[in-house]
């Protein structure tokens, strides 16, 4: 009988500590396009501090609905300054956390084996014609970021129009990405950070900075968030983060806190 007891508290004690553990875990929503970068930055941060973390990668608009739906999110990484509106609008995010950290630029691609050479991107630039009869791959151009700069920058170079009928849309940057890079089309716009992960893609041309908004990832801590994201938003302003995601491509846009 006592035996049969203490087993009986001890399992009590374990069952309790398990979800205890989880909740004292950060989780952080960040956008798919800096999967790698914040990948390390979460291995790192958790060496230096103990502070575990989980991170979901997805389009910044379907993280924002997420966070809108009640998803359990202590960091929200947005790829653009609209998503962080709508969630700040909505009471969403803690607004004095929130901070404009990285920059990026956007590229055309083609599959690494591709006969498609260095490419001019310029005002009157044919994309259509560049991809013959086959199809592009954007993100998705109504709400994804990238899709959406990819979209205004074509639009700014007199080449949406022909190329919106060959869109091939995705759900995220990563997934048009993988278009490409298993030659599922032959181009394709993504962000430079993508590019340069990606062994079976190469960057055929560059799009000129004033051709469409600048690539802004704004970050803040959630309104629900546990108290060590703060500590987790300061490590994603310090000298060490800064570091990874300039290693990666990302252009840091403040000054590093530490």
Not at 100 to 124: E, F, H, Q, R
Not at 137 to 155: I, N, Q, S, T
């Amino acid at each position: 009988m006592p035996i049969r007891f203490i087993s009986t508290i001890l399992l009590a004690l374990l069952s309790f500590a398990g979800p205890a553990s989880a909740q004292d875990a950060l989780t952080v929503f960040a956008a798919a396009s800096m999967k790698n970068a914040v990948d390390d930055i979460n291995a790192e941060f958790t060496k230096a501090t103990g502070i575990k973390v989980s991170a979901s990668y997805a389009a910044s608009s379907a993280l924002a609905k997420q966070i809108e739906n009640a998803a359990p999110a202590d960091i929200f990484a947005s790829a653009d300054l609209e998503w962080m509106d709508y969630v700040a609008q909505k009471k969403l995010i803690k607004d004095d956390t929130r901070v404009n950290l990285l920059g990026n630029k956007l590229v055309l691609i083609a599959p690494k084996d591709s006969k498609i050479g260095n490419v001019a991107i310029a005002k009157g630039f044919d994309l259509a014609k560049l991809a013959g009869g086959e199809r592009i791959a954007f993100a998705d151009v109504r709400a994804v970021p990238a899709g959406k700069y990819a979209k205004a920058a074509l639009e700014s170079l007199g080449s949406w129009a022909a190329a919106e009928p060959k869109a091939a849309m995705a759900e995220n940057v990563r997934a048009a990405l993988a278009l490409v890079s298993r030659g599922e089309t032959p181009l394709g716009i993504v962000y430079e950070t993508d590019a340069k992960i990606d062994p079976g893609v190469k960057i055929v041309g560059t799009f000129p900075e004033g051709s469409h908004p600048a690539i802004t990832y704004p970050v803040a801590v959630t309104a629900t968030a546990k108290p060590d994201a703060m500590k987790y938003l300061a490590y994603l302003r310090s000298q060490n983060a800064k570091i990874i995601f300039e290693k990666y491509g990302f252009t840091f846009l403040i000054r590093p806190t530490s």
